[in-house]
Every structure is written in structure tokens, then in C-alpha cells.
DNA sequence: CGCATCCTCCGGTTGC
DNA sequence: TGCAACCGGAGGATG
């Protein structure tokens, strides 16, 4: 499940293979057009699959970028600008291939979305197990308010006035510190793994109530997100559930993982507990983490 | 209107 | 071997 050191990983492969290529066709799955036709969700959102082919055909890509755990593709058609936004969700994924069969992994080839075709032999692919993920064709951002309510980047300047400004509003006092910081409005991109990571790295039990937590350890704790996601970005992310880069390539961050997906505390090696907090499943060490 | 809660989307994986 | 339960970002519907 990417994160947002995944996403940056994915944004980075992206980047020097796409920017400046135009989309000369785009091909979307009968499963999403039928899905869509049942009034399902699917992957493309806000947009009829028909008129998210024909507008995206022909357009520029001019840059790649990362918000949150978003991909935004700005695009341009002469004059007209666009913004293609893709969340990849649990299992989405971008190949960049000249052949479908390149995609090596049969999990992924089978649940090919989306394939822009730049050239009659390069592609870049959206394949999507689960379908969680999410494609949205905008005009500007301002199109979908919800991109507009995200927290800063975490590693801009404002990011840890706009925390504690955040995490000090009465809706948040007696919710758990995990839920929180998972919250993409008032940190950007902290899953499940970097808030378990931090929380454990701070001594904080992920159910601890937020207004009991002290102003100090707030910024503690924020620091101590900053750096495990940056930390994640160098070592090019974890491959947990099969993540890969757009080249194939795997992260390291896994191995330095020390609460996520533990049975033991990598320090007192008392037994890891598990609670579900906002209907995630949350690993922590009791006899370290108060 | 703001807010909280519930529900939906899905198939690989896990456990029985 | 087969089958059912499980898991989860984010947004939309509902209360």
C-alpha cells in the first residue's frame, strides 16, 4: 500500500520518462466501462470513461509531480490545461513499457485500467488490482475541494505550525493520536506504517487521546514523522504488498521497519499487541508505548 | 451548515 | 482442496 515515500518513489521513475510526451490514445478496461455503466465506482471518477479518453487524447505531458500520496499529471492541449490526478490506492501501479507483456507480474497484467499510448510501442500503463485507486481529469484543482483541504507537504515550512494548529481544534482532543496524524487534514501522507513508526519511535500509545499530549511532544512527534518519511524516500520506500517503482524496482524501508507488522518490540522484545483505531489495524509495543 | 458515522469500492491472502 | 472472512484510502450518503 503506497505511502507517500512510495508515491515519491513512483513520481521520481515517472518524471524523466513521460514528461514531454504526448498521449496520441488512450485505451480504458471494459471492466471499468462496464462497472461505471452499473453505476459502480470505478477508478475513473467524476468523468464519463468515454470523455476522459477523448480529452486526455492528444495532450501534453508537462510535469509530474507529487501532493500527499496524489500523482498529479499537468497536461497541455495548445492553450487549454489540464490536471490528471491519480491516487493509486491499495494496489495501483504505473508501468512504462513498450510491450504489455513486459508487465512481468501476472497479477498486475491481468488488471490493466489504463494505457496511454505515446507512440505505437510506448505505453504507460495503470494497472489496478483492488480498483481502490483513482483517476480524476480536472481543469484546475480547485475542481475537486477535497485536493484543496490537504495539509501541507510535511516538509515545507508551514507544515508543523499547520500540525499543531490542526491537532489543537476540539474535534481532534479526545480522538486517538494514530488517527490523527493519518488524518491527510492535518498531516499529508502518514499511513498506517509511518504513523505506527513514529508513534513507536516516540513511546506514544497509538490510542493515546490527542489533547493529552503535550505541546513539546507534539513537535517531537512531528519531527519524528518528518524524518521516517524522509528516511523512506532514501531508501526508495517499503515494498510491502508488492509496491514497485515504475521500473520494477523494490524499497528497502521494510527491513528498517521496527513496529509494523512486528510480533515482537525490537527493544523489551515483549510481545507486540493490536488494536483497530479509525478501522485500522494498529501494531504497538505495551510495555514501551504509554 | 458543520460534523460524525456509516457505507462502498475489490480480489489476493489468510485461516479454517 | 474449497470456501468465507478479512483488509483498507477516500469520498459520498445519511443522520
Not at 504513523?195 to 499530549?213: C, D, G, S, V, Y
Not at 525490537?266 to 479509525?278: E, G
Request: glycine share 6%; net charge positive; proline share 5%.
Amino acid at each position: 500500500m503506497p505511502e507517500l515515500p512510495e508515491v515519491e518513489g513512483v513520481v521520481r521513475s515517472l518524471q524523466p520518462v513521460v514528461a514531454g510526451k504526448t498521449i496520441r490514445h488512450v485505451e480504458v478496461s471494459n471492466t471499468i466501462c462496464t462497472s461505471i455503466n452499473k453505476g459502480k465506482a470505478c477508478i475513473i471518477k467524476g468523468m464519463d470513461p468515454e470523455t476522459f479518453s477523448n480529452r486526455l487524447k492528444g495532450t501534453k505531458i508537462m510535469d509530474v509531480e507529487r501532493r500527499s500520496k496524489y500523482i498529479y499529471f499537468y497536461l497541455e492541449d495548445g492553450a487549454d490545461e489540464a490536471i490528471l490526478v491519480n491516487h493509486l490506492g491499495m494496489t495501483g501501479a504505473w508501468f512504462h513499457v513498450h510491450s504489455l507483456n513486459e508487465i512481468k507480474e501476472e497479477k498486475f497484467r491481468k488488471h490493466i485500467h489504463v494505457i496511454l499510448a505515446f507512440e505505437e510501442d510506448e505505453f504507460l500503463v495503470y494497472a489496478d488490482i483492488r480498483r481502490f485507486g483513482e483517476l480524476r481529469l480536472l481543469d484546475s484543482i480547485a475542481d475537486h475541494p477535497p485536493l484543496l483541504e490537504i495539509a501541507p507537504e510535511p516538509f515545507s515550512p508551514g507544515a508543523l505550525e499547520y500540525f499543531l494548529m490542526k491537532s489543537a481544534l476540539p474535534k481532534y482532543a479526545n480522538k486517538p493520536v494514530k488517527e490523527v496524524i493519518m488524518d491527510s487534514h492535518v498531516v499529508a501522507g502518514c499511513g498506517n506504517i509511518y504513523a505506527t513508526e513514529a508513534l513507536f519511535r516516540m513511546k506514544i500509545h497509538p490510542n493515546r487521546k490527542m489533547a493529552r499530549i503535550s505541546e513539546k511532544r507534539k513537535k517531537d512527534l512531528f519531527a519524528h514523522i518528518v524524518a521516517i518519511l524522509q528516511e523512506s524516500i532514501e531508501a526508495g520506500g517499503s515494498s510491502i504488498s508488492d509496491y514497485r517503482n515504475i521500473n520494477g524496482e523494490a524499497g528497502s524501508m521494510q527491513n528498517r521497519l521496527q513496529m509494523y507488522g512486528r510480533k515482537a518490540c525490537p527493544i523489551c522484545h515483549t510481545n507486540t499487541k493490536q488494536m483497530v483505531i479509525a478501522g485500522r489495524n494498529s501494531v504497538y509495543c505495551p510495555h514501551c508505548q504509554h
